[in-house]
């Protein structure tokens, strides 16, 4: 049986960046730069609607 | 009638053993056959729980991790909102740390400021050299405490160091310096002025 593994590959790579932005957010808080905190704690926050896509698209796909 | 008595209750007896004759081949019918209706002898191997870890559970798990992640920024993210409205920083009272006279070169003092839960530590680093600094970790905010003998700031809990003079971290896990405290001599005393803010 063959597979698609797109979706599994798509979504490591969505949990890999949240791992990120969360490190760099923290990072960025305490060195004060309130600014880059709030983008990345944004990109963060869309890109669970976009895990979400990503699973419906690849939920019954063969 | 006599005789037709006797039929009937010939009969009705011949009806009962009928009975009995039915029920005991449907007995021996249902005894007889598989007790289910496949025949490919699979239904004692348990689906559910292969399912459990197959590629849509799998990617399901992946989308919760992702929305964890998503709610575990939003705190950072709303204390970074409140300090983008809190404005510049507001100047910290002086504070006095201690009298010159008590502190031996080479030793160290602590206090707390600004708060009173932001622990920190003066160094007389040579006769007239002080340097301080709030000495919660910039790992994971252990205290930090000043060694004489190995002339730098040591962390207990993962070995992180830093350096007196200038509060960078020369070794373990922090990345970040120690945030200074600014000082003031006057009158024989050591006051503390303010918290330096990082540059980068
Ligand atoms: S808390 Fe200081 S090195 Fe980890």
């Not at chain 1, 957010?25 to 609607?49: C, D, G, K, Q, W």
């Not at chain 2, 007239?128 to 970790?137: D, F, P, V, W």
Request: net charge positive.
């Amino acid at each position: 049986m063959k597979r698609s593994w797109r979706g599994v590959i798509l979504l490591c790579i969505v949990l890999f960046l949240n791992i990120i932005c969360t490190q760099k957010a923290v990072n960025a808080y305490y060195f004060e730069h309130y600014r880059s905190v709030i983008m990345y704690a944004l990109f963060n926050i869309l890109l669970f609607p976009a895990a979400y896509l990503i699973y419906r698209r690849e939920r019954d796909v063969r | 009638m006599d005789k037709d008595q006797d039929q009937e209750v010939q009969c009705a007896e011949c009806v009962k053993q009928k009975h009995i004759q039915n029920l005991q081949q449907k007995q021996q019918r249902k005894n007889d056959q598989i007790p289910f209706e496949e025949n490919n002898y699979t239904h004692n191997i348990r689906k559910g729980d292969e399912r459990l870890l197959d590629r849509r559970a799998f990617m399901k798990t992946m989308v919760g991790a992702a929305g964890v992640f998503a709610v575990s920024t939003l705190p950072w993210g709303a204390l970074a909102v409140k300090g983008l409205a809190g404005g510049g920083h507001q100047d910290d009272p002086p504070l006095r740390i201690t009298d010159i006279a008590d502190l031996p070169v080479g030793e160290a003092a602590k206090f707390a400021y600004p708060g009173k839960h932001d622990s920190a530590l003066l160094i007389r680093l040579s006769e007239n050299e002080y340097k301080a600094y709030q000495n919660a970790c910039t790992h994971l905010k252990c205290p930090v405490f000043w060694s004489k003998e190995k002339d730098e700031l040591v962390c207990p809990c993962h070995h992180g160091a830093f350096d007196a003079r200038t509060g960078k971290p020369t070794a373990g896990p922090p990345q970040r310096p120690l945030p200074e405290v600014l000082l003031r001599q006057e009158g024989g005393a050591v006051y503390a002025t303010g918290v330096k803010h990082y540059e980068t």
